[in-house]
T-cell receptor, first 114, second 111 residues
């Protein structure tokens, strides 16, 4: 158990819908990262937040957005869903204030878009 | 971030040491080598990291060549539960940095 929690574990929805994925980082971690893992693209970095502020952006679509709240939990919002958005979505967290900042991953949310 | 090259797959007998190689010939001086593994769609699990010295923890050992262009992850006594995809990642990894995952090596531990 990494200490990172993600909800829900599974999500099934239809094209065009909007969903919200939630992540609670390890206690004391200030940075949260979101990654997407699809069959054809592998694990890809989406976005990083540090203490409520966006720090880095990867291959995140404009239909996707994220935020980190004052209690440091984070949400990833996916809208206008397409079939190709079906994937595993992982959240990771790290201390964010030290060198050699190791990321620890949550169990993921499996999103299925029908 | 430097690019890494890993074999697509490897087999290992249960109880034997599993040696997973990784080439990172373009690594720069202050980039670290990190290893993660992913067991059947679970979240990636951190294993170990190193800069230039060999490292060991309760899970594995990491051997980095003197020129730092390659490394080997060693699982000393592989078990069936070590069957997973192993990712070698090279990154600055300071104050938070994205991880760039390649295809990794599928390690199959067989009884």
């Amino acid at each position: 158990d990494s200490g990172v929690t993600q909800t829900p574990k599974h999500l099934i929805t239809a094209t065009g819908q909007r969903v919200t994925l939630r992540c609670s980082p390890r206690s004391g971690d200030l940075s949260v990262y979101w990654y997407q893992q699809s069959l054809d693209q592998g694990l890809q970095f989406l976005i990083q937040y540090y203490n409520g502020e966006e720090r880095a952006k990867g291959n995140i679509l404009e239909r996707f957005s994220a935020q980190q709240f004052p209690d440091l939990h984070s949400e990833l919002n996916l809208s206008s869903l397409e079939l190709g958005d079906s994937a595993l979505y992982f959240c990771a967290s790290s201390v964010g204030t030290v060198r050699l900042d190791t990321q620890y991953f949550g169990p993921g949310t499996r999103l299925t878009v029908l | 971030d430097a690019k890494t090259t890993q074999p697509t797959s490897m087999d290992c007998a249960e109880g034997r040491a599993a040696n997973l190689p990784c080439n990172h010939s373009t690594i720069s001086g202050n980039e670290y080598v990190y290893w993660y593994r992913q067991i059947h769609s679970q979240g990636p699990q951190y294993i170990i990291h190193g800069l230039k010295n060999n490292e060991t923890n309760e899970m594995a050992s990491l051997i980095i060549t003197e020129d730092r262009k390659s490394s080997t992850l060693i699982l000393p006594h592989a078990t069936l539960r070590d069957t997973a995809v192993y990712y070698c990642i090279v990154s600055f990894m300071e104050y938070g940095n994205k991880l760039v995952f390649g295809a990794g090596t599928i390690l199959r531990v067989k009884s």
